[in-house]
């Protein structure tokens, strides 16, 4: 069975920069997985962040990054800020018309 | 603007059947692959299934196959989720989501809430 794994929590000071990873219980990720970003406060719907590795999504400040490190998707935050709390979701396009989406990762700014 | 207002949800006792609807606007419909993704109360995201544009083509997690059904309806711009034989494990927020060219889900409803009582 696939699992797409992602840290359970991160924490970042204000200002900091911050790299969240997604990677597979089996297996290396690349850019054939085209993954994917999601930010998703409480209540609310996710939004999507980055795309096809790398590519922000409209609206999507500058400050977010998408890129593989080594044998996982990562997501960078730089210069984080108070609203960047939020959980963050990887999901990765598995083939034959399949998405696996990571557990999610709570990220603090404190 | 695209818009995804999903209905449908509720309270269900276990075992027991709900059609789950979403309404599409602001494109294009049968141009999009279309999504159902859920979400346990405070657990992560998981994706359910998705359908073609055109509807002849449908894929599901395997937690959810043989007893979920994914529709569509083109002519009224509405997506359907039909879930039967209910179990705990199941309740959730369901959202609807259209994913873009490359794969990726672009659209989020605000999703509609499913409780399974046992």
């Known amino acids: 069975q696939t699992v797409v794994t992602q840290e359970p929590s991160f924490s970042v000071s204000p200002g900091g920069t911050v790299t969240l990873t997604c990677g597979l219980n089996?297996?290396?990720?690349?850019?054939?997985?085209?993954p994917s970003w999601y930010q998703q406060t409480p209540g609310q719907a996710p939004r999507t962040l980055i795309y096809?590795?790398?590519t922000r999504s409209s609206g999507v400040p500058d400050r977010f990054s998408g890129s593989i490190l080594g044998n996982k998707a990562a997501l960078t935050i730089t210069g984080a800020q108070a609203d960047d709390e939020s959980d963050y979701y990887c999901?990765?396009?598995?083939?034959?018309?399949?998405?696996?989406f990571g557990g999610g990762t709570k990220l603090t700014v404190l | 603007e695209v818009q995804l207002v999903e209905s449908g949800g509720g309270l269900v006792q276990s075992g027991g059947s709900l059609r789950l609807s979403c309404a599409a606007s602001?494109?294009?419909?049968?141009?999009?692959?279309m999504h159902w993704v859920r979400q346990a109360p405070g657990k992560g995201l998981v994706w359910v299934s998705r359908?073609?544009?055109?509807?002849?083509?449908?894929t599901y997690a395997d937690s959810v196959k043989g007893r979920f059904s994914i529709t569509r309806d083109n002519a009224k711009n509405m997506l359907y989720l039909q879930v039967n034989s209910l179990r705990a494990e199941d309740t959730a927020i369901y959202y609807c989501?259209?994913?873009?060219?490359?794969?990726?889900?672009?659209?989020w409803g605000q999703g509609t809430l499913v409780t399974v009582s046992s």
């Open positions: 602001g494109f294009t419909f049968s141009d999009y692959w």
């Open positions: 096809n590795t790398n």
């Open positions: 989501a259209r994913t873009n060219t490359g794969g990726y889900f672009a659209y």
């Open positions: 089996s297996g290396s990720v690349s850019t054939n997985y085209f």
């Open positions: 999901v990765l396009y598995m083939g034959s018309a399949i998405w696996v």
């Open positions: 359908i073609d544009g055109g509807g002849s083509s449908t």
